[in-house]
């Protein structure tokens, strides 16, 4: 730990006579916040502002917001709220949108014990996303620019049923038919004569898992009304709290349930994991890609940015540590220290 920014450090001695100044402690290193800018009228900064230095402007799917708040609190060890500030999330769209265009985002407040400081306003030039195809690399170069998509580590998402339910795996196709309101009976695929609830709701998941499973499991039907549930999955990430996305979306666990999840994140007890297509979902069947619901997650920055912080940022979560850091957030790291 070291001292970033406090009245203790006399570069900033001057400012603090006239003007508060905030103790913040973080680690520094290789990715390391920049300086601390004063408020200032002219500049039209009303408040302590932090730069991000050499530490880069994350945005990306909602759904790998705590694997980013693992990766800043390993390489920061930031205080109370700030973790969760740096990795503010937005949906994949959303960030992806802002990237191409460049859109300033909004500073947020970092740090508000005695003096408040907020994390400067900036251009994301690091986007973490799930399920990265090649359609969204074809959106990001439509400004004539080049990306790079690095693949650092794979989940599954998983259905979950009733852990006395006899039903051990469904098909792609199985599933399908569903999801959609055209098998009704988990007897109709291998089970008990039992009525199939189903709990999926696209209002509650948001437009990630809308887009996943229009494009990887309805391709083209719709989803079958869901029904009300009264149960929450919560999240199993350690200090991710509420921030972390959590599914299936209100899941109620009975006989005739079944709910969509992600494999982190369906550790309740009478829960079972279904198969799909034969295949459980584990760290073998992802890395090999045998599972077929598993989602890749990838680092996108521009080719410019190759040497520059996105670039080597992505480097290091393909290294040991990086993979390490992935690992704990409950995603199975890809590459040679995968194993």
């Known amino acids: 730990m070291a001292c970033l920014f406090s009245t203790a450090c006399s570069e900033w001695s001057d400012t603090s006579k006239t003007t508060p100044t905030p103790d913040i402690y973080v680690a520094e290193g290789r990715f390391s916040l920049g300086g601390l800018l004063p408020p200032d009228e002219s500049d039209d900064r009303h408040s302590w502002e932090i730069e991000y230095g050499n530490f880069p402007h994350m945005d990306g799917s909602k759904s790998l917001a705590s694997a980013a708040e693992a990766m800043a609190r390993h390489l920061l060890n930031p205080e109370g709220r700030m973790t969760r500030e740096l990795v503010n999330f937005s949906y994949k769209s959303y960030a992806m949108e802002a990237f191409l265009h460049q859109n300033r985002e ?22 973490l996303l799930a399920d ?12 004539g620019d080049t990306v790079v998509a690095k693949e650092f580590g794979r989940e599954a998402t998983v259905f979950i049923a009733h852990a006395d339910n006899p039903v051990q795996s469904l098909t792609m ?11 009704v009976n988990w007897e109709e695929v291998g089970g008990d004569d039992q009525p199939i609830k189903v709990y999926c709701d696209f209002e509650e998941m948001g437009l990630e898992m809308q887009d996943f499973f229009h494009s990887r499991i309805l391709k083209g039907m719709g989803l079958v009304n869901p029904v009300e549930g009264e149960q929450r999955i919560p999240s199993g ?20 349930s079944i709910g969509v999840s992600l494999a982190r994140d369906a550790g309740l007890s009478d829960v079972k994991v279904l198969e799909v297509d034969g295949v459980a979902p584990n760290a073998e069947s992802l890395r090999s890609g045998s599972y077929p ?11 410019r940015d190759r040497d520059g912080v996105p670039g080597a940022f992505a480097e290091w979560l393909l290294s040991q540590e990086g993979a390490a850091v992935v690992e704990s957030a409950g995603i199975i790291p890809i590459g040679q220290w995968s194993e």
Do not use: R
């Open 106 to 127: 909004s500073s947020e407040i970092l740090y508000d014990e005695d003096v408040p400081v907020y994390l400067e306003a900036s251009t994301p030039n690091l986007l």
């Open 132 to 143: 990265f195809m090649p359609e969204d690399g074809a959106y990001l170069e439509s400004g």
């Open 173 to 183: 196709e199985q599933l399908k038919d569903v999801l959609s309101g055209t098998i």
């Open 237 to 256: 990430i350690e200090g991710g709290g509420d921030y972390t996305l959590s599914f299936p979306a209100a899941y109620h666990n009975e006989l005739g």
């Open 293 to 303: 619901l598993y989602v890749g997650c990838y680092a996108v920055y521009w080719e």
